[in-house]
């Protein structure tokens, strides 16, 4: 099983900040790493699919890198509503995994 | 629009049976892979199981295999999720997601989610 672990666990900014969440794989995923994010009482939602490429209806705000072991999700400049907790998932390997997820808070 | 909407959850005794659906509309669904992912109380995401859009792959998370069937109605564009043998860890709110492609392995359109409560 492909090992997702996500850090920080939770990260305190401030509106206007740059975000910058690490995913990191027990072993390769080359680049089949994806990004959701999910809000208190919703479903998540598609951010980043194939560690760089924007979902549909995506802010250009948020954007992918990584390949190989170690991935990142940034997100340039925090609005409001992008206070949230985010998950990486790797689609490489059975089973499918989840990182554990990272808290995106107010400072 | 693309809509999910999850249905059958409930409280169930461990040990007992429970059976998930997941209505779908807004897409030609026998064209997509659908999944189950869980979500504990104040958890994480954990992914459950994935049909395929030809009906006959299927996987399944080691905990539940053997367990738990995951099975579709491309006729009813509706998903299911038959849970046997229901364990406390099974207690979770159980969300359906559309797959992006046929076999792409991740998803995305989610419902809201089913609350299943295994208790004695």
């Known amino acids: 099983e492909v090992v997702l672990t996500q850090s920080p666990v939770i990260l305190s900014l401030s509106p206007g900040e740059r975000a910058t969440l690490s995913c990191r794989a027990s072993?390769?995923?080359?680049?089949?790493l994806v990004w959701y994010q999910q809000k208190p009482g919703q479903a998540p939602r598609l951010l980043i699919y194939d560690a760089s490429n924007r979902a549909t209806g995506i802010p250009a705000r948020f954007s992918g890198s990584g390949s190989g072991t170690d991935f990142t999700l940034t997100i340039s400049s925090l609005e409001p509503e992008d206070f949230a907790v985010y998950y990486c998932q790797q689609r490489t390997n059975w089973p499918l995994t989840f990182g554990g997820g990272t808290k995106v808070e107010i400072k | 629009q693309v809509q999910l909407v999850e249905s059958g959850g409930g409280v169930v005794q461990p040990g007992r049976s429970l059976r998930l659906s997941c209505a779908a509309s807004g897409f030609t669904f026998s064209n997509y892979g659908v999944h189950w992912v869980r979500q504990a109380p104040g958890k994480g995401l954990e992914w459950v199981a994935v049909?395929?859009?030809?009906?006959?792959?299927?996987f399944y998370v080691d905990s539940v295999e053997g367990r738990f069937t995951i099975s579709r109605d491309n006729s009813k564009s509706t998903l299911y999720l038959q849970m046997n043998d229901l364990r406390a860890e099974d207690s979770a709110l159980y969300f359906c997601?559309?797959?992006?492609?046929?076999?792409?392995?991740?998803?995305?359109?989610w419902g809201q989610g089913t609350l299943v409560t295994v208790s004695s």
């Open positions: 049909i395929m859009s030809d009906g006959k792959s299927k």
């Open positions: 997601a559309r797959d992006r492609g046929a076999s792409a392995l991740y998803c995305d359109y």
């Open positions: 072993q390769s995923i080359a680049s089949y």
